[in-house]
């Protein structure tokens, strides 16, 4: 009895193993020669997962041959793979609400600065990379709204489309320093180049937003100026500016400004020259920056440094204020009257010492052979002493500045190491009685 | 003239910010009751304490930090330092002066001409960074030397640099590229 006992429970065993088909078993039916289906006949069977489950499946009619099993052991899920709640909720295929934001933001932008399709993927596509940077992920949202201007603006520099910071911080009411810093770490991070600012397309773009070229209520006729006279006129002159060191390291909105004032002036001075600087800019529909009177003087100032060699003008006494009505003329000979009334720093020395001297033929010999040939010999005296080196403004009139005297010699010699004494170190101990003082003056707080 | 003839540029070393510890916690109650020419920072946890003879200014923290500005050398630097700890060390507390070691090193140098920035600009293009409506200087890095140079138009160059050595060999390097750029006579 017992022994039939123990071989009916050595049965059981197989059986129940039997039961527990796994993947084995599928693999070894199918290593078990071509099987076919026995519906159809056909011997296309597939493995196919549905729902995660191995079957066994005749590809002509749908039959399932064999099925893994419904349920798992715990010995089984031991072996089974954990997926994460990150993967298996698709969470990381998804873009969080902030990038959503920050994208529909980029495309509103380009579309309001009508920029092309191409600036647009280029913006999302730097976008998308900096909001990735810990440095832009996890900052305030004012900062996440300059980062949408910054990869805008990085575009069109790229693509040399002039947009200066100044737009880009009034379209978003950022604050500029706040732009200045994310732009600069922008750069950083992502590793970008960006070309110069070119003034010559910012010149036309600015002037498109002048409301000058028609005659309207606030324009009256003789205001009105025809725009591709403006504009190339205004870009001679701003050409003339970055010649003279006007426009490098300077803000080049108000010299924009100020060159289109002047080259508006210039083209019908008759009725123009009474109108000021900002009533032009109020006509115009453009603000005023305050820079831009500054660069106004300098550029009249520069004017006026040409109109002097100009062998008719020098009659007529021309002042700052007429002579804009020969603006013409000076642009139109600007390489050579620039060359004949500045000059290097060494050659000044030299002419002015000749000056001294009341003789004609050693100007001559001292200034540059270039200059030679202009002047003729009568003028050259007053050429030379009206004659000022070509440097930026801020050389000609320095402001006045604290410099601390070099060391002395008895400093240099200071190697650090020498020994202190007590008297250098009581001087910034207090003694006991103005401790006592200021512990009675702190009493009163 | 030649970028290869010697010229001898003068570099005025305008600032030297060195730091040190003093290994035990600092009463920052008692350094400003008891110690002249202090200024007491409640709020942020601070002291400044400033030295006349070497023209210095430090920020002694309680943790027994202190960072030393305002010298204009490095020997300067660590003859204020000590003085510095000689004081603390009257005031009561057991300073030892250890870590000493300069952080930031801030020259002036003048070139005798002018310089074309968007030139210099487009000749250098990785290391340098010109944002006129930003800054009217051009920024120079180099990174072996981790130093930044700012360089003006009107031919002055602004150097920082971990230590003297390298603000030198900074402007020797900045040399030939700011003479490729330099203004010519028109």
């Excluded at chain 1, 205004?234 to 080259?263: C, D, F, K, M, N």
């Excluded at chain 1, 002419?351 to 010999?365: I, L, M």
């Excluded at chain 1, 004659?387 to 002395?408: M, W």
């Excluded at chain 2, 007491?40 to 400044?48: F, H, S, T």
Aim: glycine letters at 4%; a positive charge; proline letters at 4%.
């Amino acid at each position: 009895m017992l022994k039939l006992c123990t071989v009916h429970f050595f049965f059981l065993n197989i059986l129940i193993k039997s039961l527990n088909l796994s993947q084995f078993d599928l693999q070894v039916f199918k290593m078990s020669g071509q099987r076919k289906c026995p519906d159809c006949g056909s011997s296309e069977i597939v493995e196919d997962a549905h729902y995660a489950q191995n079957q066994l499946v005749c590809a002509d009619c749908g039959f399932i041959l064999t099925e893994g099993l419904l349920t798992t052991t715990f010995q089984d899920e031991e072996h089974l793979q954990e997926v994460t709640y990150s993967r298996s909720t698709g969470q990381n295929e998804q873009l969080s609400r902030c990038k959503l934001r920050g994208i529909k933001r980029v495309q509103d932008l380009c579309k309001v600065l009508y920029l092309p399709a191409v600036f647009e993927d280029t913006a999302l596509s730097y976008f998308q990379r900096a909001i990735e940077h810990p440095s832009f992920h996890l900052v305030s949202l004012e900062k996440k709204e300059i980062l949408v201007g910054c990869c805008v603006f990085v575009t069109c520099r790229q693509h040399n489309w002039p947009l200066t910071m100044g737009t880009i911080c009034s379209l978003l009411y950022a604050d500029k320093e706040l732009f200045a810093s994310v732009y600069l770490c922008v750069l950083k991070e992502l590793e970008l180049d960006v070309p110069a600012l070119s003034l010559t397309d910012l010149v036309k773009t600015h002037l498109n937003s002048f409301k000058l070229f028609q005659s309207s209520a606030s324009v009256p006729a003789k205001f009105a100026e025809d725009k591709e006279k403006m504009v190339a006129r205004t870009i001679q002159i701003v050409e003339l500016a970055s010649e003279t060191w006007l426009v490098t390291g300077r803000h080049p909105i108000p010299i924009v400004t100020a060159a289109a004032y002047l080259a508006w002036q210039s083209l019908q001075p008759v009725g123009r020259l009474t109108c000021t600087f900002a009533r032009f800019c109020k006509m115009a529909g453009t603000d005023l920056p305050p820079p831009a009177h500054l660069r106004l003087k300098e550029l009249n100032d520069i004017l006026l440094r040409m109109a002097s060699q100009l062998a008719w003008l020098r009659v007529l006494n021309v002042d700052k204020k007429t002579v804009v009505k020969h603006i013409g003329d000076l642009l139109q000979h600007r390489h050579f009257l620039l060359r004949s009334s500045f000059s290097s720093g060494d050659t000044e020395d030299q002419s002015a010492t000749a000056v001294g001297d009341g003789s004609v033929s050693s100007p001559q010999a001292a200034g540059c052979s270039a200059q030679a040939e202009g002047c003729h010999p009568g003028g050259k005296q007053k050429c030379s002493s009206v004659r000022r080196p070509l440097l930026p403004p801020c050389l000609i009139n320095p402001r006045k500045r604290l410099r601390t005297a070099a060391l002395s010699p008895s400093d240099q010699a200071i190697t650090g190491d020498e020994a202190i004494s007590d008297s250098e170190i009581e001087q910034y101990l207090r003694s006991q009685e103005e401790m006592q003082e200021f512990s009675k003056a702190q009493a009163w707080h | 003239m030649d970028a290869d003839s010697d010229v001898a540029l003068d570099i005025l070393i305008t600032n030297v910010v060195c730091v040190f510890r003093t290994r035990c916690h600092l009463n920052l109650r008692k350094i400003a009751l008891e110690g002249a020419n202090v200024i007491y920072k409640r709020d942020v946890g601070k002291v400044l304490m400033k030295l006349r003879k070497p023209r210095i200014t430090a920020t002694i923290w309680s943790s027994g930090k202190v960072i030393c500005t305002g010298a204009t050398s490095e020997e300067e630097a660590k003859f204020g330092a000590r003085r510095l700890a000689r004081t603390l060390q009257k005031l009561g507390f057991q300073v030892i002066f250890t870590d000493f070691k300069v952080v930031n090193v801030l020259a002036v140098c003048n070139m005798p001409f002018e310089i074309r920035l968007p030139e210099f600009t487009k000749n250098n293009r990785p290391h340098a960074s010109y944002e006129p409506e930003l800054h009217p200087a051009v920024c120079y890095r180099i990174k072996p030397l981790r130093a930044t140079l700012q360089i003006f138009s009107t031919g002055s160059i602004t150097v920082t640099g971990p230590n003297v050595k390298a603000v030198a060999s900074a402007v020797e390097q900045i040399y030939p590229f700011v003479f490729e750029s330099r203004k010519e006579i028109l």
